[in-house]
T-cell receptor, first 112, second 113 residues
Framework: DGGITQSPKYLFRKEGQNVTLSCEQN?????MYWYRQDPGQGLRLIYY???????QKGDIAEGYSVSREKKESFPLTVTSAQKNPTAFYLC???????????FGSGTRLTVV | DQQVKQNSPSLSVQEGRISILNCDYT??????FLWYKKYPAEGPTFLIS?????DKNEDGRFTVFLNKSAKHLSLHIVPSQPGDSAVYFC????????????FGKGITLSVRP
């Protein structure tokens, strides 16, 4: 079955540590995206990539980094520079002319 | 600057009645609109969409209406069921620089049995 997988589902991080969230898709989609969801804020775009080895900053990229070495994978690193990292993170993928995204089930990151 | 606005954060309706979820947008370059449904701790799932060349699209209990002149769309759910209780996101996209989906803040729908 085709789909998009995020892991882990829950992640705890100590302040000052970097942490990487995994996102893998087998839908053969060219484009991939990372969103952050906070209560009352909706879905805010962190980074996106429309092709391998290329990615663009979204609306709230500060404190985050990504890589796109393979079409199937788009990992997100939450660095210690991110001031408020506790949130629900969603990965999505689409065909390039994105009339619709397929979302993963999300990762809940908590800073302790 | 919020380009997709869902001004009502929540809506509560009785089971069997109609739910109307509203969405406004400001970017005239948007030409495709989607609604996503999201349960807690899960990713959003696609519900229904509409192209700007149409003013209505229907899929079972779900109908989306688009008023381009008012830059307004709405999602109607008839009849509402308790399983419809979720957060609903409105999203829009265009071409070129506007081709990424832009989401609203979402509205929490509660359907009372």
């Amino acid at each position: 079955d085709g789909g998009i997988t995020q892991s882990p589902k829950y992640l705890f991080r100590k302040e000052g540590q970097n942490v990487t969230l995994s996102c893998e898709q087998n839908l053969n989609h060219d484009a991939m995206y990372w969103y952050r969801q906070d209560p009352g804020q909706g879905l805010r775009l962190i980074y996106y990539s429309q092709i391998v080895n290329d990615f663009q900053k979204g609306d709230i990229a500060e404190g985050y980094s990504v890589s796109r070495e393979k079409k199937e994978s788009f990992p997100l690193t939450v660095t210690s520079a991110q001031k408020n990292p506790t949130a629900f993170y969603l990965c999505a993928s689409s065909i390039v002319r994105n009339y619709g995204y397929t979302f993963g089930s999300g990762t809940r990151l908590t800073v302790v | 600057d919020q380009q997709v606005k869902q001004n009502s954060p929540s809506l509560s309706v009785q089971e069997g009645r109609i739910s109307i979820l509203n969405c406004d947008y400001t970017n005239s370059m948007f030409d495709y609109f989607l609604w996503y449904k999201k349960y807690p701790a899960e990713g959003p799932t696609f519900l229904i969409s509409i192209s700007s060349i149409k003013d209505k699209n229907e899929d079972g209990r779900f109908t989306v209406f688009l008023n381009k002149s008012a830059k307004h769309l709405s999602l109607h759910i008839v009849p509402s069921q308790p399983g419809d209780s979720a957060v609903y996101f409105c999203a829009a996209s265009g071409t070129g620089a506007n081709s990424k989906l832009t989401f609203g803040k979402g509205i929490t729908l509660s359907v009372r049995p």
